[in-house]
């Protein structure tokens, strides 16, 4: 599962990186880099709550249906 663009960028400033990186337990050039890639670390469900709380989107907004 992955994030849509639209959450990526939303959540791309220092406040809600840094508390992905409190909830996460990583550095700010892993944050950084999760964003970049659209880590599947960010849809753990402490980054999702962060990432809820944040960006105020439903599930709908935030999450990308993979494609088979």
């Known amino acids: 599962m992955k994030l849509s663009q639209k ?6 400033n220092p406040v809600t990186r840094r508390r992905l990186m409190d909830v996460l337990g990583c550095t700010e050039f892993t944050i950084a880099r999760y964003i970049q890639k659209n880590s599947d670390n960010l849809t753990k469900a402490a ?4 990432i809820r709380e944040a ?4 599930d709908e907004e935030i999450l990308e ?3 088979k």
Request: hydrophobic residues 55%; aromatic residues 0%; charged residues 25%.
């Open 65 to 67: 249906v993979e494609k």
């Open 55 to 58: 960006t105020k989107l439903p």
């Open 47 to 50: 980054a999702l709550q962060v």
């Open 7 to 12: 959450a990526l960028k939303a959540i791309n």
